[in-house]
């Protein structure tokens, strides 16, 4: 499809293990996003991406939260140690860059962390 | 830092009737202003923009929203409410209007009763 795509759609894992979350922008983004939607919150930020760096990782809640995107597309959420607090929903949205940025951002349907 | 309020987290209509969720916000510096709309299973979709043009901005479905700066409000309406837009609302504020760094309201969930 030509939207934003998430995987997994949902995932439960045990506290302490490791899990990524994938997600794969609309083709030609430049600019890429993910927040953390807890139960009855709304979207919280957490990093964004212009290309492949980090231009504000001042969401991140702790050092065991890591995000890439090394070819400046597909970006990789990164959760070490899992606690149950960080269960919730990860969205990722993309947008144009630059010039061509209307101030819109489209976002996925969201990957849902469930930590037991 | 900019921040939102939305007022009522529930807001029950009658199919027909007005709709009007509220939101206030709190910038340091010109804001631009969203109003987004999440059906159940589905990402959020942009149902309108303020980006310092018209303050009465035009969305989709039928939905407006005006800007006003002495009273912090981007207030979303519409004028008669249809089934199909029961829905959660999520105002939000950027400070830069790149559409980056967004800062939600905390949402309102509309049901629209027969």
């Known amino acids: 499809g030509a939207g934003v795509s998430q995987t997994p759609s949902n995932k439960v894992t045990e506290k302490g293990k490791y899990v990524e979350l994938r997600c794969d922008p609309i083709?030609?983004?430049?600019?890429l996003y993910w927040y953390r939607q807890s139960l009855g919150q709304g979207p919280e930020f957490l990093i964004y991406?212009?290309?492949?760096?980090?231009?504000?990782d001042s969401g991140l809640p702790n050092d065991r939260f890591f995000a890439v995107r090394p070819e400046g597309s597909v970006s990789t959420l990164k959760i070490q140690r899992t606690e149950r607090g960080d269960s919730a929903v990860y969205l990722c949205?993309?947008?144009?860059?630059?010039?061509?940025?209307?101030?819109?951002?489209?976002f996925g349907e969201g990957s849902r962390l469930t930590v037991l | 830092a900019q921040s939102v309020t939305q007022l009522g987290s529930h807001v029950s209509v009658s199919e027909g009737a007005l709709v009007l969720l509220r939101c206030n916000y709190s910038?340091?510096?010109?804001?631009?202003l969203f109003w987004y709309v999440q059906y159940p299973n589905q990402g959020l979709q942009l149902l309108l923009k303020?980006?310092?043009?018209?303050?009465l901005v035009k969305g989709i479905n039928g939905f407006e929203a005006e800007f006003k700066k002495s009273e912090t409000s981007f207030h979303l309406t519409k004028p008669s409410a249809h089934m199909r837009d029961a829905a959660e609302y999520f105002c939000?504020?950027?400070?830069?209007?790149?559409?980056?760094?967004?800062?939600f309201g905390t949402g309102t969930q509309l049901k629209v009763e027969l």
């Open positions: 083709s030609g983004h430049t600019a």
């Open positions: 910038s340091s510096v010109p804001p631009y």
């Open positions: 949205a993309s947008s144009w860059g630059g010039q061509e940025n209307t101030g819109e951002l489209f």
């Open positions: 939000a504020v950027s400070a830069t209007g790149g559409g980056n760094k967004l800062t």
């Open positions: 991406f212009q290309g492949t760096g980090a231009a504000d």
């Open positions: 303020y980006t310092s043009a018209a303050t």
